[in-house]
């Protein structure tokens, strides 16, 4: 599985953006799927996740009631919509996936098999 993610970029705090994740090959409804992310000097982290069919989700505290992820297994991709951003958001968002049908929540929190590039995204305040 072939990962590209893209839609970031500056915004201003208060402000939106939505990152897109494509992924290539014909099993991408097999696999979960996870939006992490890293600002500079930090490890990286899980922002949100899904699973195989979106029947479970994940979200970080840090992100819940801002952001949503939702995925289009028809177009084989990912979405995460963030609202609210501030300063602290700012951060390369990586997405990944995760080979499995399983359906715990739990489950997404690790153990990603595929990575995309990143995506910059930067909340001016």
């Known amino acids: 599985v072939q990962l590209q993610a893209s839609g970031g970029g500056l915004v201003q705090a208060g402000g939106s953006l939505r990152l897109s994740c494509i992924a290539s090959?014909?099993?991408?409804?097999?696999?979960?799927m996870g939006w992490f992310r890293q600002a500079p000097g930090k490890e990286r982290d899980l922002v949100s996740g899904?699973?195989?069919?979106?029947?479970?989700?994940y979200y970080a505290d840090s992100v819940k009631g801002r952001f949503t992820l939702s995925r289009d297994n028809a177009k084989n991709t990912v979405y995460l919509q963030m609202n609210s951003l501030t300063p602290e958001d700012t951060a390369v968002y990586y997405c990944?996936?995760?080979?499995?049908?399983?359906?715990?929540?739990?489950?997404?929190?690790?153990?990603?098999?595929?990575w995309g590039q990143g995506t910059l995204v930067t909340v001016s305040s």
């Open positions: 990944a996936a995760k080979a499995g049908m399983f359906t715990s929540a739990q489950a997404l929190r690790r153990g990603y098999d595929y």
């Open positions: 090959g014909r099993t991408f409804s097999s696999y979960a």
């Open positions: 899904v699973t195989w069919n979106g029947g479970s989700t």
